[in-house]
């Protein structure tokens, strides 16, 4: 049972990327699924979660409006879409998945993918 984090990696200033997280051995369908990401140095902070019903939720104001978290129930995947990518965008973006709601608490997510690295360059 795993989570697993794709695409990412160097993407220009003002440009648009897209993250796949796959869950492989369980059905990600029932579940809620976040997004966080991490600057080395800084601690992970939550970007936003969509719920099982397809509802989404945005934690951090600084990508609400250029940044989009979807799910594909048949391809067992929820994506975030990065829109309008800003140098201060460049992060580790992890998804993880709770049987529950969405939490602001990364402690109640009960798998974690292992990471993909974007890097946006000015």
């Known amino acids: 049972v795993q989570l697993v984090e794709s695409g990412g990696g160097l993407v220009q200033d003002g440009e648009s990327t897209n993250l796949p997280c796959t869950a492989l051995g369980f059905i990600l369908g029932s579940s809620s699924v976040s997004w966080s990401r991490q600057i080395p140095g800084k601690e992970r902070e939550q970007v936003g979660c969509?719920?099982?019903?397809?509802?989404?939720?945005y934690y951090l104001r600084s990508v609400k409006d250029r940044f989009t978290i979807s799910r594909d129930n048949t391809g067992n995947t929820v994506s975030l879409q990065l829109h309008s990518l800003k140098f201060e965008d460049t992060a580790s973006y992890f998804c993880?998945?709770?049987?529950?709601?969405?939490?602001?608490?990364?402690?109640?997510?009960?798998?974690w993918g292992p990471g993909s690295q974007v890097t946006v360059s000015s």
């Open positions: 969509i719920r099982s019903n397809g509802r989404t939720i």
């Open positions: 993880a998945s709770a049987v529950l709601r969405c939490s602001e608490n990364q402690g109640e997510y009960d798998y």
